[in-house]
């Protein structure tokens, strides 16, 4: 048997990078002379990370497997289209944070499964 830790550590992993990568996304958004101060693509950055840090944590709570393989792709294109929006930003830090992210996703899927299968007879 596997530990909850161990069944939840893609899931915490990407949880951690979605922080990491809205902690550099609201330096860049309110510091100075970082080329991105103020504009509307750190912006999105920041509500990007935010949202999958959300999503990271449903998907430890997530039980049925409909939900987590749909929670899976939109967790996918959103580390997708949040690390092309930091690449156009210049933030190689929220690059490095989506990839890490997608290792945690990636991991997340080999976790074992807790579904309820039906028997045939």
Same mark, same amino acid.
């Given at each position: 048997?596997?530990?909850?830790?161990?069944?939840?550590? &893609?899931? #915490?992993?990407? =949880?951690?990078?979605?922080?990491? +990568?809205?902690?550099?996304?609201?330096?860049?958004? $309110? *510091?100075?002379? *970082?080329?991105?101060?103020? *504009?509307?693509?750190?912006?999105?950055?920041?509500?990007?990370?935010? #949202?999958?840090?959300?999503?990271?944590?449903? =998907?430890?709570?997530?039980?049925?497997? +409909?939900?987590?393989?749909?929670?899976?792709?939109? #967790?996918? %294109? +959103?580390?997708? +289209?949040? $690390?092309?929006?930091?690449?156009?930003?210049?933030? /190689? /830090? #929220?690059?490095?944070?989506?990839?890490?992210?997608?290792? &945690? %996703?990636?991991?997340? =899927?080999?976790?074992?499964?807790?579904?309820?299968?039906?028997?045939? *007879?």
């Amino acid at each position: 048997m596997s530990s909850p830790l161990s069944s939840k550590s &893609g899931a #915490i992993v990407l =949880l951690i990078a979605s922080l990491a +990568g809205l902690a550099v996304a609201l330096y860049a958004y $309110f *510091t100075p002379l *970082t080329g991105v101060t103020g *504009t509307l693509g750190a912006l999105v950055a920041i509500v990007a990370c935010f #949202i999958l840090a959300v999503m990271a944590l449903l =998907l430890m709570q997530v039980k049925a497997r +409909g939900a987590s393989i749909t929670l899976r792709v939109l #967790i996918l %294109l +959103g580390l997708a +289209g949040t $690390f092309f929006a930091a690449m156009l930003l210049h933030q /190689w /830090w #929220i690059c490095v944070a989506m990839v890490v992210g997608l290792i &945690g %996703l990636i991991l997340d =899927l080999f976790r074992p499964a807790h579904y309820a299968r039906p028997t045939h *007879t």
